[in-house]
């Protein structure tokens, strides 16, 4: 079964880089992926596919093979070089085992065959589903016993107590779960979290987010640093 309201939840939070380089079908095939990931990439060739990969770093790649400056297959052994794990799914015109026998070893999840049928990539995008759930961190243990998962913006304490995040709590979780290595500051959390919001952040209406993290959260692993900012808490995990 291929819902595309359920794969739109499992994918919002998937940063995808599509690579094509005839304009009208990259147009095409990118709106229909901006209906189920918030932040969909697109490049004309594998030359510029490359450089926003290493930029952007997305957490999956859909990519033709026949393509300009750098075709898929020349795009998929750069990543290769530097990342494992990132699924790749092939997009080509052609079936000939001999074709793609250069792809061989890439670690390539799928290929699909052009011209793109919607019910095909989804079925496809389900299976790369499994293997982001494995290889990246949309969840996080931020704390002993509770998990936040990125994906669906909650809390899970203790494996099975499910606890729900508003927007603004869930940009904030984001945020500092991306960056849990140092201090996030005012001003970033104002350009982050109301980013989406025609307002401007207040020291009360942070207070209040940050209050609401707390009281949802069974563990304290927010520190406020003064004058600074907030950042997890290092001995949250011990």
């Not at 400056?69 to 530097?82: C, D, L, M, P, Y």
Request: hydrophobic share 40%; glycine share 2%; net charge negative.
């Amino acid at each position: 079964m291929t819902d595309i309201k359920e794969l739109a939840r499992l994918l919002k939070e998937v940063s995808i880089l599509y690579v094509e380089d005839e304009d009208e079908i990259r147009f095409e095939v990118a709106q229909l992926l901006s209906l189920l990931s918030n932040n969909v990439i697109t490049a004309a060739n594998g030359e510029e596919a490359y450089k926003l990969f290493c930029e952007k770093k997305p957490h999956l790649i859909i990519t033709d093979i026949e393509m300009p400056k750098a075709n898929g297959i020349e795009f998929a052994q750069k990543v290769r070089k530097s990342n494992l794990q990132v699924p790749i799914v092939m997009l080509t015109a052609y079936t000939n085992k001999e074709y793609l026998l250069p792809a061989a070893n890439l670690n390539i999840q799928a290929y699909l065959v052009k011209p793109l049928e919607s019910k095909s990539l989804r079925e496809t995008l389900y299976q790369v589903v499994e293997i982001l759930n494995l290889t990246t961190k949309l969840t996080s243990e931020i704390a002993k016993d509770l998990i936040y998962d990125k994906t669906n913006g909650t809390f899970v304490y203790q494996s099975d107590n499910t606890i729900t995040l508003n927007k603004k709590e869930k940009n904030l979780m984001d945020l500092l779960v991306n960056n849990k290595d140092r201090v996030i500051t005012y001003s970033e959390i104002e350009n982050y979290v109301w980013k989406d919001y025609d307002e401007v952040m207040t020291s009360m209406a942070l207070r209040t987010i940050v209050k609401n993290l707390r009281r949802k959260s069974p563990v304290n692993f927010l520190e406020n640093i003064s004058g600074q900012g907030y950042r997890l808490s290092s001995y949250a995990l011990e």
